[in-house]
């Protein structure tokens, strides 16, 4: 099914939008994940670094595989700055359910556990 000019501008209006928007996520908190659906517009989250304690509880849940998902979620849960309200938050998370997970990766350059290490061996 083809765009409408109409519908195509809408969309590029949204995308001007969310960029502005992470922008001024990013000037608040520094350094942010932003992860969306493959498509980029379904869904998106937006996660700040976490503080010390938030690390902390995520580390230690995380090393256990069977608890993994939970510390996933729970890490969300505690730095999403997108969407802004829990409420709206948790909505997605009931119609999208494996987005934590979908955010793994982000959350490890969150916490700086994907540092790149050398040295002589």
């Known amino acids: 099914m083809a765009s409408t000019p109409e519908q195509i501008e809408a969309v590029k209006s949204k ?36 503080k ?3 690390y902390k509880m995520f580390r230690a849940n995380s090393n256990n595989a069977q608890r993994v998902a939970d510390a996933q979620e729970t890490f969300l849960l505690q730095t999403c700055v997108y969407p802004a309200s829990r409420a709206e938050l948790d909505v997605l998370l009931d119609e999208w359910p494996g987005i934590p997970e979908a955010c793994g990766r982000t959350i490890l350059d969150l916490c700086g556990m994907t540092g790149v290490e050398s040295g002589k061996g």
Not at 16 to 35: N, P
């Open 52 to 54: 010390r304690a938030e």
């Open 15 to 50: 995308d001007e939008t969310f960029t502005q928007l992470v922008e001024s996520l990013e000037a608040a908190h520094g350094r942010i994940g932003v992860v969306t659906h493959p498509d980029g517009r379904t869904w998106r989250v937006v996660m700040r670094k976490p």
